[in-house]
């Protein structure tokens, strides 16, 4: 799964009203941290990685992760593919929904069928496109049962491709592709999520729902595995970005802040460096140039000469300073069996990118009489206004007058996939290590194409790099996809992130992980 994350200038972070250190590491109920609030508790519906945590505890797919963030087996016990690649049949293990009625092959098949459905309005529909028929079923071409899924018997799913695809063992752990129960989501339609109506199959079950303040799921004991699960409870809690989280952290009001601030990183490193994680991470932050018609950004002389004057450098290094490289490219350093693009003024010395953005700025009709005026648009968080000004003040010699907006983390996002913005500040993470997975975001439909980016050459390109099961061959076409990507300056490259997490020395079973995936089923206190 891709995902809009929390870390850096994206970080909303809660602080927590609830028992102190001292009384957790006796208690089995573990506080959480969560940025924003989350939009939705429906799988099919969700989009940050603060609901995908929460989600994540509560449902299992066919696959699944372990502590270390390794792709593990899930609902499925096992699994065989067809010498062609393209039919995967999975053999289900004896797993119950938290109300006690056994986990089907035909709640599976219920399950995918509704995410492509286009009534659905599933945002990561697109994900599920290497099934059969999966893309004409969710354009309304073909009706949902002509999707490539078949229940072979209760215990046993066949999926069949539209072509072999390296990822699909990994994507079965998103929760695009997890199981829901058909009955309590017919009986319910759009509530059947909200506390006292939502079933689940994962190790903890939906308990109850405060809007803008908590969810708290209880331990599931229907779960397959509910005797490895130490924990009772787990409260997940929904704020901004402050130093406030840190300090409820230190006075033991929490026991793990998802995406802490960077401003407090070396005060922390100071004062609790054992509960400091600073880990690499799949993901990159970057500013998102609105496209459409009338927006001074669809000139690209515009996109480029601001992207080019950004010092990333001093960003990174001088007003984070927590470890996170520059960003020359969308995908980022280190994906397998890929080397990323880069923008073409990577090189450049700053005196000649200066004067290059001048230029192109006059060029678009901007200068001294006609000044661009612009709005940029950031999360609450004191990161991103602190990268926001820095941002502005590098743009100011170009006599660009920037007007600064912000909002809470998920209405901000929701103004993205609107449109309503010119320049927004924006993340995206990866859940496996494929370029693909940050590639998807730029294609002509995807709903969180958010600054309405459309090329052609770039959709196929995107498709046939998708179908290929040669390594090379598809390593090279999805590079030029993304060379287009940043020859056109459709995004502004900012840094790759890293994980800042703060857990409490009080806990054990939480590991740092390139994925940043970390299930509560494996988290206990230590006694």
Not at 354 to 360: F, I, N, R, T, V
């Amino acid at each position: 799964m891709t995902l809009k994350p929390f870390t850096l200038s994206l970080c909303a972070i809660a602080f927590l009203t609830s028992s102190t250190a001292s009384f957790a590491a006796t208690n089995t109920t573990l506080n959480i941290a969560e940025p924003g609030t989350p939009a939705s508790l429906d799988p099919q519906l969700i989009s940050g990685v603060w609901e995908f945590d929460i989600v994540g505890d509560l449902f299992e797919g066919l696959m699944s992760y372990d502590a270390d963030g390794n792709i593990i087996p899930g609902i499925a016990k096992s699994w065989d593919v067809s010498k062609d690649g393209k039919t995967y049949t999975f053999h289900l293990r004896d797993a119950k929904w938290s109300d006690g009625t056994p986990v089907t092959a035909q709640d599976f098949v219920f399950a995918l069928r509704r995410e492509e459905d286009p009534a659905t309005a599933a945002i990561f529909a697109n994900k599920l496109y290497p099934v059969l028929n999966a893309r004409a079923v969710n354009e309304g071409k073909m009706k949902p049962d002509a999707l490539g899924v078949k229940a072979l018997d209760a215990h046993t799913l066949q999926v069949q491709l539209a072509h072999p695809t390296a990822y699909f063992i990994s994507l079965m752990a998103d929760p695009v592709s997890y199981p829901l129960p058909e009955s309590v989501v017919r009986k319910y339609g759009k509530e059947w999520s909200a506390p006292g109506h939502m079933v689940s199959d994962g190790a903890f079950k939906l308990a109850s729902s405060v809007p803008s303040t908590n969810v708290t799921a209880v331990k599931n004991d229907q779960y397959y595995d509910a005797d490895q699960v130490s924990l009772h409870k787990v409260v997940y809690n929904f704020g901004e970005e402050g130093a406030s989280e840190v300090t409820g952290f230190r006075a033991g009001e929490e026991d793990i802040v998802r995406g802490f601030p960077s401003d407090s990183y070396s005060t922390m490193m100071r004062l609790d460096p054992e509960a400091v994680h600073n880990s690499p991470w799949l993901g990159i932050e970057y500013y998102v140039f609105n496209m459409r018609k009338g927006q001074p950004t669809a000139d690209r002389r515009v996109r480029e000469a601001l992207s080019m004057v950004i010092r990333r450098d001093v960003i990174t290094q001088k007003l984070l300073k927590t470890g996170e490289q520059p960003a020359y490219s969308f995908v980022p350093e280190g994906i397998d069996n890929y080397t990323p693009a880069s923008v073409d003024f990577k090189n450049m010395p700053m005196v000649q990118r200066m004067q290059a953005a001048k230029k192109l700025l006059a060029e678009a009709g901007y200068g001294p009489s006609h000044p661009l005026n612009i709005q940029l648009t950031f999360n609450t968080g004191e990161t991103a206004r602190r990268m926001a000004v820095a941002v502005a003040a590098m743009w100011a010699p170009l006599g660009v007058h920037v007007t600064m907006s912000t909002a809470e983390v998920s209405v901000m996002y929701r103004n993205l996939e609107q449109g309503n913005f010119q320049i927004g500040g924006a993340g995206w993470v990866a859940t496996f290590n494929d370029a693909g997975s940050f590639l998807e975001q730029f294609q002509s439909n995807a709903p969180y194409n958010y600054g309405a980016f459309h090329n052609a050459e770039y959709d196929a390109l995107y498709e046939k790099s998708m179908a290929s099961a040669d390594v090379k061959q598809r390593a090279e076409m999805m590079r030029k996809a993304e060379g287009i990507l940043l020859k056109e300056d459709v995004i502004a490259p900012i840094l790759y992130v890293k994980a800042l997490n703060l857990v409490s020395p009080d806990i054990q079973g939480w590991k740092e992980n390139i994925v940043d995936i970390h299930r509560s089923r494996y988290v206990s206190f230590k006694n």
